[in-house]
Structures are given as C-alpha cells and as structure tokens.
C-alpha cells in the first residue's frame, strides 16, 4: 500500500509561483511513474505532468511547470507564471502495472488559487 501527502498549496496572484511536494510512504518502486493531476471546479479531473523515463506535461503548462522526482519516494512541481485558468486541486499520483493491471494511488488533493 502507498499512501502519498501532498503540501505547498495556496493562493497566489496570477503571474505568481508555487511548489507542490508529495511525499510517499509504503512500497514504491524505483518503476512506479509518478506525476501530479489536477482538477478544477465541475470538470475531470486531467494529467498536468508525469515523471519516468520521459518526462509529460500538458499542453498548457509547458515551460511553465517543472516536475522533480527528488528522490525514490518524493516528487514536486514547480509552477510558475501561474494563471487564473491553473487554478484547481492537485492530486499527487503514483502509478504501476502489476500482472497486466494498472494501480494507481492518490493524494487527498491540495488548492491552489490564483486569482487578483
């Protein structure tokens, strides 16, 4: 089991920066793909960026965010220059394929407004 705690949220002004951390107990495994998602108000929840052999991120936050896998069990995401529309819960997520069969964990989420 893996249970993953997501910190650094907030609000800030757009153009502003923030830094999500998400530390991971339990079993991860040096193959798990971790990544950060996010999920505005009444819509799905969307892949913002993902950490492995490549690195991913959407359309709309790249050169803008960065993601750190800063050790076997942490990951971050530097975001900068944020705009309004960047503003959602972030879910922290770690995800494997066992035996054919994919099992993804999640942070509780963390807020991040920005707003004037």
């Known amino acids: 089991q893996v249970q993953l705690v997501e910190s650094g949220g907030g609000s800030v002004q757009p153009g502003g920066s923030l830094r999500l951390s998400c530390a991971a107990s339990g079993s991860i495994f040096d193959s798990d793909v971790m990544g950060w998602y996010r999920q505005p108000a009444g819509k799905p929840r969307e892949l913002v960026a993902q950490?492995?052999?490549?690195t991913w991120y959407e359309s709309s936050v790249k050169g803008r965010f960065t993601i750190s896998r800063d050790a076997k069990n942490e990951v971050s995401l530097q975001m900068s220059s944020l705009k309004p529309e960047d503003t959602a819960v972030y879910f922290c997520?770690?995800?494997?394929?066992?035996?054919?069969?994919?099992?993804?964990?999640w942070g509780q989420g963390i807020q991040v407004t920005v707003s004037s």
């Open positions: 997520n770690v995800w494997r394929v066992i035996g054919g069969t994919n099992i993804n964990y």
């Open positions: 950490e492995s052999d490549n």
